[in-house]
């Protein structure tokens, strides 16, 4: 075990990497908005938080777009005659598109003050949204010969992700408003839990899944991608805000403001340690 044959390259860039990022934020930021009209708390935060995820949504386009051998076949998806609907990629496409419908329709709605066709927009807006990290994590999940993508894990771990990516950002966005602060403190320190909970549970079932596995839990928690997944994604992204929320000072704006920050440092640690570490493995061997 452990000869080396010959060198691949990784199908998946780090690109894809900062589009998890951005558009788990994104997708989060939209729900945050939705809120606001069926939660007081989160009023403050409706248009704000609409503006930054869709942003982040045609950054995210964007970075797809151009990621593309030809960036024009993107037009592809429009077009029913090119769609494969066997494919989990043509899935992905209607929903990105449909959520970016969507959320074009909401903007001119709130513009307009329609209160009851933007409650409904919010609606389907949400669960489009909970739909792209939980494709993300979806399209990783099926592929067998990747032993840390190839996991249940993956879906729900990527809605955790990207809810409390959101909510750091919608923290910053909150400013001194204090009971929303306080929603979304807890936001933070739950979802942040429950990432770390399938962390642990990520790497127990690697490093014990037989060969593939044991490699790909070597090469993930030694050397400079080690000191990304667990020194920056693990450690001080996602166990030091938890210990800093818990705190008295994380209770305070400052000490929230710093935990999100690290957060959204975590997050993408994590993100990048996860679509390197799932192909890691390949390159070498």
Known sequence: MGDFNIFHHMPWSSTYSIYFFTIGISAALFFFSALSWFWEEFRSLRHSAFYVSFVLLAISGALLIGDLSQPLRFLNIMNPAYLNFTSPLAWGGLNLMSFGAVSVA????MRKNDEAISRKLAVVGSLLALGLPIYTGFDLTVHQNRPVWNTPLMPVLFVALSLVSGAAVASFLAGGTEKLQVMLRRFMLWTAGAV?????SLLGTTA???????????????????????????????????????AP???????MMIAAALLLVGGMALRYSILVGGQIVQIYF
């Open 106 to 109: 909401y903007f001119f709605m």
């Open 196 to 200: 770390g909970a399938m962390l642990v």
């Open 208 to 246: 014990y899944g037989g060969v593939g596995p044991e490699l790909t839990f070597m090469f993930m928690t030694s050397g400079t991608l080690g000191t990304i997944f667990i020194g920056i994604g693990i450690l001080l992204g996602t166990a030091a805000p938890i210990a800093l929320l818990l």
């Open 249 to 255: 000072f994380g209770k305070q704006q400052q000490g």
